[in-house]
């Protein structure tokens, strides 16, 4: 430091030294000029810089040197003798009395714009000592501020170091004396160079507005936000997400595991979806549990130690099918679940599917998860198990005596009423969302969903429910009624109490029901046919089903969950009915109709003229008096359920079958045609949007059906529902289940 201050002790020496001399030359010189020129070009002098470029006092910077008449303009030097041209630049003019004046070319040589251009005199190199001299002055000005600012190019240093010599002996103040003298030495001031003050002073000047300091220090300022943007990335990533549980990990490449309330349960990998069969929802409905509503597996003594391999699908139920075969267990309350993750975040919604051809049988029919729409559709499918015929619906009084309270019936709603709290309670260890639980019912397993969908607490178990094809007849009697319709099944299997009841064999159980209670096909009503005396399944035991549903919607407004009923265009074609005639001729289609309960009514020849007389026609006949209808009465009732059918054909027959809606919504439905396609694509989006969204697009208040075809109809009646309603036809003889 103390090398540096003499440094600039004798540079500030050297350059007083050498600046008065100029001072001295500069005003004899002038005294000399000023005294030839006359007074009249003087005068034009303020005339001419005013054309050329003003030139503006400036502050002098610091180690500039502030003395009278140091490159100051005299009158008799603001312009040249031999210059007349009056629109010449200033920077020009000063270049050109440079060159008139080579004594003074130390002063007039800096051109404003470009600090960099030599002078004349610089080029001709007539005075040696101006370098020497301007790059003290150059050094006295730099020195303070190299520790302060960073070095940035060779090449903007050397540009900004000029441009500050350029102002350092370029800016003055005019300090003439009042007497035209020259100042003597004690009138030189000088500006001091080791003044913080006045370097603060400086900056703050060169830089007076907040984006200029922001511009000088962009460097600076952009790798601190890049450091702070690293730091903010560091935390997000090093932060646990809570909820965002990794998948777990799948072992030799086809098995995962999850969770469940009762332990680890295995599962397969098929088709890019996780599999998991046979998983336990209840305890087993088997000696004292026989006959009584689903047990939860509340204890852990009803649980597996372990993993549970859950690899392969379990017996069905106890049924007998259609054809009058007996298959299935009663050891049976598991559940299906397919999956396209096993994680936690973003759950999916959950399917619970619900089917069976009738409440003795055929379960669970078409209603089978897929584990490839599971994936295409980012759907989590449930498939539970649930008793049917005499294990699941029989209503005696010996098992209501024996039960608290004392009730009986309605087993396998049962069933499904707690493979629906399972759901509940594991779902999400299975990637689904509880709150978004459609349960799909089709056929007999629809009539137990639209049922279900009335109970009070139905929001508790599923969000909204998707009927296909059900009965629209549902239980009116009470238990103490049913109980005792139901007692010549006690006199069928030869027992007195409810212990005989629980130790007989299961299948001579449910094959002991009598035909009677047996669905029939669909077909004409017989003339023989009396509604009153079908034998109902369903009861109102007082438990679950505790009132009807049309009082539950007649009364209310909006049901406790949402609700879409609908079915086919040909629901009753059966078969049996198929195979009857090799060929359904005009003549044999007349025939069955007379045979049937219409000709008795006179009704013949008024549903001739509505239908053709063909196997398609007839078919659709018996939807409409079996199915279609009394479900369109249903929601014409209720105005809140959006009521849905399917015109679209398929097969050699060319009809709407009772299958082609589910068919479609599981992926099971082949097109064949550009018409097909296009129904197919429909009826998928038609169900898919509801199980995401809750709701139908094309819903509108005063539309009640939904035609579909080859897109999406709507219109405000279906078919010739209205005349069989007004003949009251329908519901009367509408299917039970």
Not at 199 to 221: C, D, N, P, R
């Amino acid at each position: 430091m103390s090398d540096l201050k003499e440094e600039k002790s004798e540079d500030k020496k050297d350059i007083e030294m050498e600046e008065r001399e100029k001072m001295l030359n500069a005003e004899n010189k002038a005294q000399e000029i000023e005294s030839s020129e006359d007074k009249q070009e003087e005068k034009k002098t303020p005339k001419d810089i005013k054309e050329g470029m003003e030139v503006k006092p400036k502050k002098i910077p610091i180690g500039g040197i502030q003395m009278p008449g140091f490159f100051t303009r005299s009158k008799s030097k603001e312009r040249c003798k031999d210059d007349t041209d009056a629109t010449t630049e200033g920077v020009e003019l000063i270049e050109k009395c440079a060159d008139a004046n080579p004594e003074n070319n130390a002063q007039t040589k800096i051109k404003l714009p470009n600090p960099f251009r030599k002078s004349k005199a610089e080029d001709d190199g007539d005075k040696p000592a101006e370098p020497k001299e301007k790059k003290k002055l150059l050094d006295t000005i730099r020195l303070p501020l190299v520790s302060v600012f960073p070095r940035k190019k060779k090449d903007d240093s050397l540009e900004s170091q000029t441009a500050q010599a350029g102002l350092a002996s370029m800016e003055t103040l005019d300090d003439k004396s009042t007497d035209g003298k020259t100042n003597d030495d004690n009138n030189m001031k000088t500006v001091s160079l080791d003044d913080k003050t006045d370097l603060e002073k400086q900056q703050q000047s060169e830089s007076t507005s907040f984006f200029g300091k922001m511009k000088s220090h962009k460097a600076v300022i952009g790798a601190l936000l890049l450091f702070v943007l690293v730091i903010i990335i560091i935390i997000i990533f090093s932060i646990p997400r809570s909820g965002n549980k990794n998948s777990p990990p799948v072992r030799d490449g086809k098995f995962v595991v999850t969770l469940t309330g009762c332990g680890k349960v295995e599962g397969l990998i098929e088709d890019s979806s996780v599999a998991f069969r046979g998983i336990p929802y209840a305890r087993p409905p088997i000696e004292d549990l026989r006959f009584k509503y689903a047990q939860p597996l509340n204890n852990l003594d009803y649980c597996w130690n372990g993993t549970f391999l859950a690899h392969n699908a379990t017996d069905l139920c106890l049924q007998i099918l259609s054809n009058g075969t007996v298959m299935g267990a009663e050891d049976c309350l598991t559940l299906d679940v397919v999956t396209p993750y096993v994680r936690y975040d973003n759950p999916l919604p959950v399917i619970v599917l619900i089917g069976a051809e009738s409440l003795m049988g055929g379960s669970p029919g078409k209603m089978r998860p897929s584990a490839r729409y599971a994936r295409s559709r980012d759907v989590v499918f449930v498939r539970p198990n649930f008793r049917l015929g005499a294990l699941g619906f029989l209503a005696l009084k010996a098992l209501s005596e024996s039960d608290y309270p004392k009730t009986s019936g309605n087993y396998g709603l049962s069933d499904i009423l707690a493979a629906l709290k399972w759901v509940q309670l594991n779902i999400e260890h299975f990637g689904g969302d509880k709150k978004a639980v459609t349960i799909f019912g089709h056929r007999a397993g629809a009539t137990l969903v639209t049922a279900l969908s009335t109970i009070p607490d139905a929001k508790k178990y599923f969000a909204r429910a998707w009927a296909s094809s059900g009965g629209a007849i549902y239980p009116k009697k009470p238990v103490a009624e049913s109980e005792m319709e139901n007692q010549s099944f006690m006199e069928a299997v030869q027992c007195e109490d409810v212990e005989c009841l629980r130790s007989l064999d299961a299948e001579k159980l449910v094959s002991a029901v009598e035909d009677t209670w047996r669905k029939p096909q669909p077909d004409l009503p017989t003339v023989d046919e009396v509604p009153e005396k079908r034998h109902e399944w369903l009861v109102l035991d007082g438990r679950i089903l505790k009132e009807h549903p049309d009082e539950v919607w007649s009364r209310e407004e909006e049901l406790p969950v949402k609700l879409i009923v609908g079915t086919t265009a040909q629901a009753g074609s059966t078969e049996k009915l198929l195979l009857k005639h090799t060929e359904w001729t005009e003549p044999l289609v007349k025939e069955h109709i007379n045979q049937s309960f219409l000709s008795k009514n006179n009704l013949s020849d008024d549903a001739l003229k509505m239908y053709p007389a063909t196997y398609r026609g007839l078919s659709t006949m018996i939807s409409d008096i079996r199915i279609a209808c009394p479900l369109f009465s249903i929601c014409s009732r209720v105005h809140k359920i959006p009521f849905y059918i399917v015109t679209q054909t398929r097969w050699q027959h060319d009809i709407a079958d009772i299958d082609s809606d589910v068919d479609a919504i599981l992926g099971r439905y082949e097109p064949k045609t550009p018409e097909q396609r296009r129904y197919f694509s429909a009826m998928q989006g038609l169900f898919y949007d509801y199980v995401w969204k809750g709701k139908i697009e094309q819903e509108m208040i005063g539309q009640k059906v939904l035609v579909v075809g080859q897109d999406v109809l709507l219109n405000s009646t279906y078919s010739h529902c209205a005349f069989w309603m007004v003949k009251n036809i329908v519901p009367t003889y509408a299917a039970l289940d």
